[in-house]
């Protein structure tokens, strides 16, 4: 069950990555609520996934899905470049992230 509150709290970090793009500096009132709501969810269920997980294996995990999602998601939404070495990079992570899985 941790494992699957981290990856929903690594999704919601995700979502407050990129919704910090569409907060303009917090100017937005819609999206700058949606972005903290996420932000503050993805705390607390990080706080509750650490209860059984091992601190360095479940920040790294929920750190590694933000960073994969919000590449991403930038290049989809924003036309970001995906060259060949960034999409090698996001496989690495996310290699990371699978043996960071089946050790702990």
Known sequence: MAWL???????????????????????KPWPSII??????????????ALRTLPLG????????????????????LFDESLSLLKIVSILLILLGIVGLKLTS
């Open 57 to 76: 294996v479940a920040y790294s995990v929920w750190v590694g899905i933000g960073v994969v999602g919000t590449v991403v998601f930038g290049a989809w």
């Open 35 to 48: 972005t903290l709501s996420a932000m503050i969810a993805s705390f607390v269920l990080l706080g509750h």
């Open 5 to 27: 509150i981290l990856l929903l709290a690594g999704l919601l970090e995700i979502v407050w990555a990129v919704g910090l793009k569409y907060t303009a500096g917090f100017t």
